[in-house]
């Protein structure tokens, strides 16, 4: 059971079986995405290296969401191929994405309402066994997130907008992922809370989880990232280190319509 | 007094073999939005199966009643699998679905155990009980306890296992269930062949209070599904108050109204469902338009 | 037409014959079959048709047929006169019955109705007026001057009128206004609101035809049989009643009678193996929902999309076909525009809308002049179409007022807002799926109420007229929007970009004062999104107020004279187009300069965002937006 410690830098806990993650290589090429008849993405390429940390910005309706969901083969894949690492995913089901090392946090955190927060961490971990190293990583994961910890007991349905974004992170994390993908987590949030959620993102970076980044909120993006790809229409209109595009007004004028 | 508690005890037996039924409804309803018509045969058959383990077979009473669960959950799987093409499409249609297999499973009932129905003797043949002048049958009480552990079962299932989280999860959110590796099908299946075997144990324990026929699954089936509305659909608590709400009701209307008790209880029922159309512990699941 | 009528007529002369050639039992099983077509068509109209999933349907049977026979031998009725009583009695039934569906749709609706049965059946069991287990015999026969009823051959005749009539009446009711107002409620009730159409009365309409044709079936079955019994009402022959309307298919009235007399005539076939029949239909219901959803009646148009799609190797397109084509829309004709200074038309005070707890319109104000074009931008979850639906009536402000030409509306039914003039389009298209173009136009330009289905009852030319009347005014708004070649289509076989079309026709049907677009844009490739800014201004132009709501900024700027913006479910910038993408606000809200500066309350500074060297992360919640970068103040112009 493959049980990977995230937080890679900190003295490992006693009891943790933490293994390193073997570095992979996420590539995504040439995928497309089609809904009835409309083509909401076509033929987008990218990748993300080992520990690296890209963002994916546009506007609206852009087609970034699509991407994620297709990536996850939560909507049907229309072409194109996915790789982690040697292995293809092209694939492989949504639910067993899990399995091969890729945790997803869902646009508007979509975490279990009715269930506690304890529980919906626990399901993060559905894919391994319940043992201690799943333990391990909850300690884990409420360290990185000790609110967590603190409202254990509550539903998550009446957690905060802020909460619910960081029990949907932890979710993910409990299932050992190689790679996060996240869509839009700062949507919604007070500065402070995206604050403490970007802290949070960084720390993971920089224990070498790898992160695919999601967003509308393009400054954010840029700070949270080192390339990004900005979308316009369901295509890649311009690709380019964060701190390039951060200077660069064509994305605004993408954004804006100018 | 006496004879209101009377008719309290009496309705409180039934109403816990309702309320069994009504929480396979709204396990299967909460787990995959699907209202199983289909649920009252599922009892009817588990009602002729136990019968028979236990007066044929010769098994003793409780072990009928395993045997007749697991046949039943296994029909519940069959259900599931054929319909599943249809699940978070159409609505209307799986519901269609469902009362078509009930046809099935009644014409089922008749080839194998023939039109006429049969009484079923009661595994605890004691005298009933004297409580503060108040007779309570034995098996009654029997009912009402086994009902109470398979309601702590599945409560201590759905919040205490894996399985039973993932299936709550896949409730809430399917997406997201199966982004965290959960199979949506085979919770679903789960949860299907779970409620199937929940009416099979109300279907039997029920044998020895009513007349075993092809027809009982129309009785329990419509009570119990009153049950989980007045309770509220999805919700376990709601299937046992309302359960036990129904079965109050229907002892005192039989008591009052003999002949009508069957209208009344429809009567009071409709105008309490359209009070509160979300039941006592219902969400706001009614109109999907 | 002419191949239609003499099917037609064929037909006719069949069932005339059909007497001459049966046997004095068959004949007697084909009156029966009859009397279950007139049930299942009654069937076939709430559920098929309204898509009310009614259950109680052999009650209604039975309180038909149970009325007749307590009139006639308890109270000294003759037949005909019983017979009105006992269908007035079905239908207020059905009424009482119906009137769940208000509250309550789908399955809860079924078990409601299907527990009433229960109780009906109950009821007749029990009950000494209806003479208990053993039913009421001696029911008298009824009589017609010249034709004795007591020969089945002769009864035959008088039922196939009956029927023939309720089909075509049925037919009628299906193909004009009041049924494809029922057919848009089935296909999808919030749209069809939105359209005007008064739901509740729909809904009780729906039940009130299904008892009507109950309590048809059940005096005829009174005067067949001369004696009821409560077996005839039993929940059993309820299910082969859904079984047949299934198996021939719910949404075609001839469906259900080919059903029911189909199934009726395989059931005394297989008499004496009625268990293995009853497993048989059951099998045959599995199946039909899960491979043929439509039924008999739909498996022909199944077949020829299965043959087209053979033929044109992909099916979605195959329908419309190379000749047709979208044709240009050709503009409305301009008239003056009210003076700025007029009131406003559309008037937002304060709005906020909270969904358990969670705010998603936080004192939303809002005015929109007459003859404006108002664009609502913001990013994703900014609230616009919350924003929508409480103008639009589908949602119900918590706090606040909406007022639409001087009018409060803040509590109106979409419905009532329909009818007082605001039209709108759904992000998500919400065409009816199972009606063609043409109806789906017509569903919107009808504007005749539901009260005055009395015509239907007596005065059809009426209805006709009307009809004709509509049928003009579709195919001129069709040839308007360019979409004549498209109008016996399926919408949902046409490309995505003439769908939006089609609803910003819908929504234009009935030529409202305020038409709401929601994304009219997404989706469409940028010649469409040309033709969409032609399109829109020309409404405006011919004195309908837009407000719309896109993320095509580039649609945006050049559309709209104002734009509002909308971010965390507040206002926080309006003005013409240039000023708002100027405005730091908007800028943050959409490239979060500032993360999220649009919350306006100051935030305690939380641990130092890390971030890259270069790139300046926001500072956690500074109230006022901090500097843009670079990157914005070059774009700014």
């Known amino acids: 059971m493959r049980t990977i410690s995230f937080r890679r830098t900190a003295a490992p806990d006693p009891g943790t079986p933490g293994t390193p993650a073997t570095p992979a290589t996420l590539a995504v090429d040439d995928l497309s995405v089609h809904y009835g008849g409309v083509r909401a993405v076509s033929s987008i390429s990218f990748s993300v290296a080992p520990g690296a940390s890209v963002g994916i910005i546009g506007a609206n309706g852009a087609g970034k969401t699509s991407t994620l969901k297709a990536l996850m083969g939560l909507v049907p894949r229309g072409g194109g191929r996915i790789t982690l690492g040697e292995r293809d995913l092209t694939r492989v089901r949504a639910r067993d994405m899990v399995r091969h090392g890729i945790g997803y946090v869902p646009e508007g955190r979509h975490v279990f309402p009715g269930l506690t927060v304890e529980k919906n961490l626990m399901l993060g971990a559905y894919a391994r066994r319940w043992d201690d190293g799943t333990r391990s990583t909850l300690a884990e994961v409420h360290e990185l997130f000790p609110v967590l910890g603190e409202m254990g007991g509550r539903l998550a349905g009446a957690l905060s907008g802020g909460q619910q974004q960081m029990l949907s992170i932890g979710r993910a994390l409990m299932a050992g992922p190689r790679i996060l993908l996240l869509d839009e987590p700062s949507m919604g949030l007070s500065p402070k809370l995206v604050g403490e959620i970007l802290n949070a993102l960084k720390r993971l970076r920089e224990e070498g989880l790898s992160l695919l980044l999601v967003e509308q909120n393009a400054k954010l993006t840029f700070g949270a990232t080192s390339h990004c790809l900005v979308m316009e229409n369901g295509s890649v209109a311009m690709t380019g280190t964060s701190e390039e595009l951060s200077q660069d007004p064509r994305v605004r004028r993408i954004y804006l319509g100018l | 007094m006496q004879e209101t508690l009377q008719t309290l005890v009496g309705g409180l037996s039934l109403g816990a073999v309702y309320a069994l039924v009504a929480m396979g409804f709204s396990l299967v309803y909460r787990t995959m939005g699907l209202v199983n018509f289909a649920h009252a045969d599922i009892a009817m058959i588990g009602a002729y199966a136990a019968s028979t383990f236990y007066l044929t077979h010769r098994l003793p009473f409780a072990v009928a009643m395993v045997v007749a669960i697991a046949v039943t959950a296994a029909i519940g799987l069959v259900i599931e699998r054929v319909l599943r093409p249809l699940e978070n499409k159409d609505f209307d249609l799986m519901l269609i679905g469902t009362i078509g297999f009930g046809i099935v499973l009644q014409a089922v009932a008749i080839l194998i155990w023939g039109t006429t129905g049969r009484a079923v003797r009661s595994p605890l043949p004691a005298a009933p009980l004297d409580l503060f002048g108040v007779r309570v049958r034995t098996y009654d009480l029997l009912v009402m306890a086994v009902a109470a552990l398979a309601v702590l079962g599945l409560a201590w299932f759905l919040a205490r296992t894996k399985r039973g989280a993932a299936m709550q999860a896949v409730a809430m959110d399917h997406e997201a269930a199966t982004a965290v590796g959960i199979d949506v099908g085979r919770s679903n299946a789960l949860a299907f062949s779970i409620g199937a075997g929940l009416a099979a144990l109300a279907g039997g324990l029920v044998g020895p209070m009513l007349y075993v026929d092809a027809s009982l699954g129309g009785a329990l089936g419509i009570k119990g599904f009153a049950a989980a509305m007045l309770g509220g659909f999805g919700s376990i608590p709601g299937a046992v108050v309302g359960g036990l709400a129904i079965g109050v009701l229907d002892s005192y209307a039989a008591g009052h109204f003999q002949g009508y008790s069957v209208l009344v209880t429809f009567l009071v029922f409709t105008a309490a469902i359209m009070i509160r159309p979300m039941g006592v512990f219902g969400e706001r699941t009614v109109s999907r338009a | ?637």
């Not at chain 3, 059909?18 to 559920?47: C, E, Q, R, T, W």
């Open chain 3, 1 to 637: 037409m002419k191949f239609r009528a003499a099917t037609l007529g064929a037909l006719a002369v069949a069932a005339w014959l059909l007497p001459y050639g049966l046997g004095s039992y068959s004949i007697h099983v084909v009156n029966i079959a009859l009397i279950y077509a007139l049930l299942a068509i009654g069937m076939g109209l709430a559920m098929g048709v309204s898509g009310q999933i009614n259950l109680a349907q052999v009650a209604f049977f039975g309180v038909g047929a149970y009325t007749l026979a307590i009139l006639t031998t308890d109270r000294g009725y003759g037949f005909w006169a019983a017979a009105v009583v006992a269908v007035l009695a079905t239908v207020a039934t059905g009424l009482f019955v119906g009137v769940p569906a208000l509250r309550m749709q789908s399955h809860y609706l079924g078990i409601v109705t299907l527990g009433l049965a229960l109780g009906f059946i109950n009821w007749i069991t029990n009950a000494s007026v209806t003479g208990g287990a053993d039913g009421i015999s001696g029911i008298p026969l009824p009589t017609l001057p010249g034709i004795d009823l007591s020969s089945e051959y002769l009864y035959y005749y008088l039922e196939l009128v009956v029927c023939a009539l309720g089909l075509g009446f049925g037919l009628f009711v299906v193909r004009t206004s009041l049924g494809r107002r029922l057919r848009a409620m089935r296909d999808d009730s919030l749209a069809a609101g939105a359209m005007g159409a008064e739901i509740p009365l729909l809904r009780m309409t729906a039940f009130l035809l299904a008892s009507l044709y109950g309590g048809l079936a059940g005096v005829l079955y009174a005067g067949l049989i001369r004696y009821v019994a409560p077996e005839t009402f039993s929940i059993g022959n309820m299910f082969i009643l859904l079984a047949m309307v299934i198996i021939g298919g719910r949404r075609s009235l001839v469906g259900c009678v080919v059903g029911a007399i189909g199934l009726t005539l395989v059931r005394e076939w297989l008499s004496d193996f009625s268990t293995y029949a009853q497993l048989g239909y059951g099998v045959v219901v599995v199946l039909m929902v899960v491979f043929a959803p439509t039924g008999l009646a739909g498996i022909p148009s199944r077949a020829k999309e299965f043959v087209n799609r053979r033929r044109h190797g992909h099916g979605r397109r195959a329908e419309a076909d190379d000749r047709a084509r979208l044709r240009p829309f050709q503009p409305y004709e301009a008239v003056e525009r009210p003076s700025s200074t007029a009131e406003p038309l559309l008037d937002i005070r304060s709005v906020t809308k909270d969904f358990r707890g969670l705010r998603a319109l936080d004192d939303v104000s809002l005015t929109v002049a007459p003859g404006e074009i108002r664009g609502i931008v913001g990013p994703n979850g900014s609230g616009k179409t919350t924003l929508f639906n409480v103008i639009s009536g589908f949602y119900r402000a918590t706090s606040g007022q909406v007022r639409f030409a001087g009018r409060t509306t803040t509590t109106a039914r979409p419905y009532t807002l329909s009818l007082l003039g605001v039209a709108r389009t759904f992000q998500n298209l919400r065409l009816f799926g199972q009606l063609t173009v043409r109806e789906n136009i017509l569903v919107a330009l009808d504007r005749t109420r539901t009260h005055t289905i009395w015509q239907y009852a007596l005065w059809q030319p009426g209805v006709v007229r009307r009809e004709r009347r509509l049928r003009r005014r579709a195919q001129e708004l069709l040839e308007r929007f360019g979409l004549a070649d498209f109008a016996e289509s399926a919408p949902g076989s046409l490309p995505y970009g003439i769908q939006r079309r089609i609803e910003i026709a819908r929504a234009m049907a009935a030529r409202p004062r305020l038409l709401l677009l929601d994304e009219p844009a997404a989706g469409l490739n940028g010649e469409e999104v040309g033709q969409l800014a032609g399109i829109v201004r020309s409404i405006r132009d011919s004195g309908t107020t837009v407000v719309l709501i896109e993320h095509n900024m580039g649609l945006v700027m050049s559309l709209c004279e104002r734009v509002t913006v909308l971010s965390g479910g507040g206002v926080i910038a309006e003005g013409t187009p240039a000023e708002v993408v100027a405005a730091p606000e908007v800028i943050e809200a959409y490239l979060g300069d500032s993360a999220l500066a649009d919350v306006p309350r100051p935030q305690p500074v939380p641990a130092p965002a890390p971030a890259p060297a270069p790139a300046p992360e926001p500072p956690g919640g500074s109230p006022p937006p901090a500097s843009p970068p670079s990157a914005s103040k070059e774009a700014s112009r």
